[in-house]
C-alpha cells in the first residue's frame, strides 16, 4: 500500500516554543491530508483537513491559530503546534487519501516541557 | 469529533480465549474499518468491510457489519499474548475527501 512519512518521530520542547511536524505522502499525490491528535489512553480525534493550495478545515474546538497547517505541495502537509504548553502533549498522527484508501502516518510524539 | 462507542472499553482473556470487541456508529457509512495500535505506537490496518457487506474473515480475524443497528463486532480466535493491544474501529463516511472517524476503542489485555 502507499507509504506516509511523518518527521520528526519524537520532539521534546520547552514551554512556549512552536514545533512543527511534517507529513509526506511518498509514493503518491495527495490534495487532502488529515491530522490527528491521541492523548494517551484515549482514541484519535480529528483536528484538522488539510488541503493542497488552500486553507485547513478545522474540527470544532481545534484552535485555528494555535495549530498552524500547511499544505503547500502534493505530497507535503506541515502542522505547526505555535506556542506549545505541556497540555499540548500528546500523539500526533497524520494521513492521507488514495484512491478511497487512508493511510496513516507512524505519528509524532510530542512532550512539551 | 467520533463516532460513538466500543464496548468494552477493557477486555481481559487468557491465551487460546475468543475476544469480541464491539463498535456502534452514528451516521450512515461507505466502509467500516478496523485498526490495531500497540502502546505508544502507530496504527496498524486489521479488516474492511464494506456498507453492503455483512461478515468477513482474514485469518484469525471476523468481523460483522449491521447496517440497520449502526453497529459493527470485531471477533479475536484462539487470542495470543501478542493480541495485547488497544483496538478502534474507524468509520468511512459516503462524502469523498472525507476523514475516517475513529471509535473510542478497546483495549484488551491477553496474558499467558
Known amino acids: 500500500g502507499a507509504v506516509v512519512s511523518q518527521h520528526p518521530s519524537r520532539v521534546i520542547c520547552k514551554s512556549g516554543t512552536s514545533v512543527k511536524i511534517e507529513c509526506r505522502s511518498l509514493d503518491f499525490q495527495a490534495t487532502t491530508m488529515f491530522w490527528y491528535r491521541q492523548f494517551p489512553k484515549q482514541s484519535l480525534m480529528l483536528m484538522a483537513t488539510?488541503?493542497?493550495?488552500?486553507?485547513?478545515?478545522?474540527e470544532q474546538g481545534v484552535e485555528k491559530d494555535k495549530f498552524l497547517i500547511n499544505h503547500a505541495s502534493l505530497t507535503l502537509s506541515t502542522l505547526t503546534v505555535t506556542s506549545a504548553h505541556p497540555e499540548d502533549s500528546s500523539f500526533y498522527i497524520c494521513?492521507?487519501?488514495?484512491?478511497?484508501?487512508?493511510?496513516f502516518g507512524p505519528g509524532t510524539r510530542l512532550t512539551v516541557l | 469529533s467520533q463516532q460513538g462507542e466500543e464496548d468494552p472499553q477493557a477486555l481481559s482473556i487468557q491465551e487460546g480465549e475468543n475476544a469480541t470487541m464491539n463498535c456502534s456508529y452514528k451516521?450512515?457509512?461507505?466502509?467500516l474499518q478496523w485498526y490495531r495500535q500497540n502502546s505508544g505506537r502507530g496504527l496498524v490496518h486489521l479488516i474492511l468491510?464494506?456498507?453492503?457487506?455483512r461478515e468477513k474473515h482474514s485469518g484469525r480475524l471476523r468481523v460483522t457489519l449491521d447496517t440497520s443497528k449502526k453497529s459493527s463486532s470485531l471477533l479475536i480466535t484462539a487470542s495470543r499474548a501478542a493480541d495485547t493491544a488497544s483496538y478502534f474501529c474507524?468509520?468511512?463516511?459516503?462524502?469523498?475527501?472525507?476523514?475516517?472517524?475513529f471509535g473510542k476503542g478497546t483495549t484488551l489485555s491477553v496474558s499467558s
Open positions: 494521513s492521507a487519501r488514495d484512491r478511497g484508501w487512508q493511510f
Open positions: 451516521t450512515s457509512i461507505n466502509n
Open positions: 468491510i464494506r456498507s453492503n457487506e
Open positions: 474507524a468509520t468511512d463516511p459516503n462524502q469523498a475527501g472525507t476523514a475516517l472517524i
Open positions: 488539510s488541503n493542497e493550495g488552500s486553507k485547513a478545515t478545522y
